[in-house]
Nanobody, 119 residues
């Protein structure tokens, strides 16, 4: 079992910045892939950015150039630096961990943190 605890959400004006943190209960090198997803009211949950245990990253076109995913292995924490925020970035942001075990992949999700961007 993996616990993920997110923090760093809040209310910010358009053009501002926030940094989200996701602390894992195990070494992030034991996790094949970690990522940030978001879900706005009335919309499906969507991928924001991911980082593999080798360090390769991937992000959605809508956040390219504005959001950066990174990690601190010593703290077992993954971050999402969000710059130049827009009102359409308003959503609950979730951290996900994917572990590929002998019996198949298992996903773990955090509880979510609210990000609200005012215009």
């Amino acid at each position: 079992q993996v616990q993920l605890v997110e923090s760093g959400g809040g209310l910010v004006q358009a053009g501002g910045s926030l940094r989200l943190s996701c602390a894992a209960s195990i070494s992030i090198f034991s996790i094949n892939n970690m990522g940030w997803y978001r879900q706005a009211p009335g919309k499906l949950r969507e991928l924001v950015a991911t980082i593999s245990n080798s360090g390769s990253t991937n992000s959605a076109d809508s956040v390219n150039g504005r959001f950066t995913i990174s990690r601190d292995s010593a703290k077992n924490t993954v971050y999402l630096q969000m710059n130049t925020l827009k009102p359409e970035d308003t959503a609950v942001y979730y951290c996900k961990a994917l572990i590929r075990g002998w019996n198949g992949p298992t996903e773990y999700w955090g509880q979510g943190t609210q990000v609200t961007v005012s215009s």
